[in-house]
């Protein structure tokens, strides 16, 4: 793609789909139909209409893009917007200080959230790390996810390591792994002067190595689990060792 022209955007301009070198918009670009460069930078607004963008290099978006297809790219950095209408896939990383937003599936090589991420679709990726906002009306699924941010996943968390430190409230279905850790993340719990409880709210935790704290959950099923402070758990169910705290409360304990 090395002989395709670059394109610049600096004040309101339109351009249709094609091959492109790189495309800068520090304007309004309105880009027609489906569109494959080199790499893309947007500090003004960008809109794709009707098409799908694939950039093969970094795409950087420091201000308002918006995608009414599929978006592909190696890696991008999102400190402005960005949205698509279909799918995401990111090959290497997608950091996300802004807002970012896929009504499709999203998979990454690496996510970093420190802004707010939300899909209509599953999440995969090798590793993700929240420490914004979260949010998936499915599936998230990563070989290692660690949080100390928000939470709120409709479907099932599963990693082989799943990492929690809550500085909130979060809500997630349910979660899955070899090993689950959730606790409280010191220092973040004054606000105006008060204390307010962090709270893991989830229907479903199961991995060999379970340790939990501030969780409330209607059934835990791991291998050896660890039921810390102020958790509620309806039921447990352990095949190894169960060691608990004298401030929590679990309703039925089960050794299968």
């Given at each position: ?6 394109v610049h955007i ?135 996810f660690s949080s ?76 050896n689990v660890h ?30």
């Amino acid at each position: 793609m090395a002989n395709n022209n670059d394109v610049h955007i600096s004040g309101g301009g339109k351009m249709a789909g094609g091959l492109y070198g790189s495309v800068y918009i520090s304007g309004s670009g309105k880009l027609q139909g489906t569109v494959e460069c080199e790499t893309m930078h947007v500090s003004g607004a960008c809109k794709v209409e009707d098409g799908d963008l694939t950039v093969h290099g970094e795409i950087h978006c420091s201000g308002a893009t918006k995608v009414e297809g599929s978006l592909a790219a190696k890696s991008a950095r999102v400190s402005g917007s960005m949205s698509a209408e279909r799918s995401a896939a990111i090959e290497e990383a997608l950091e996300v200080s802004g807002s970012f937003k896929c009504e499709g599936e999203l998979r990454v090589g690496r996510l970093a959230v420190s802004g707010v991420c939300k899909t209509e679709g599953s999440i995969s990726g090798n590793e993700i790390s929240v420490s914004g906002v979260l949010k998936s009306s499915g599936d998230v699924q990563a070989e290692r996810f660690s949080s100390t941010g928000a939470l709120n996943v409709d479907g099932l968390l599963n990693a082989e390591t799943v990492e929690i430190q809550l500085s909130g409230d979060s809500l997630v279905h349910s979660i899955g792994g070899g090993r689950v850790q959730v606790k409280k993340k010191l220092g973040s719990f004054m606000i105006f002067g008060f204390m307010r409880r962090p709270h893991l709210a989830s229907e479903l935790i199961e991995a060999d190595e379970i340790m939990l704290e501030y969780t409330d959950c209607e059934t835990v099923r791991g291998v050896n689990v660890h039921i810390g402070p102020e958790c509620v758990i309806d039921r447990v169910e352990y095949s190894g060792n169960l060691t608990t705290d004298a401030n929590c409360t679990i309703r039925e304990k089960v050794k299968i």
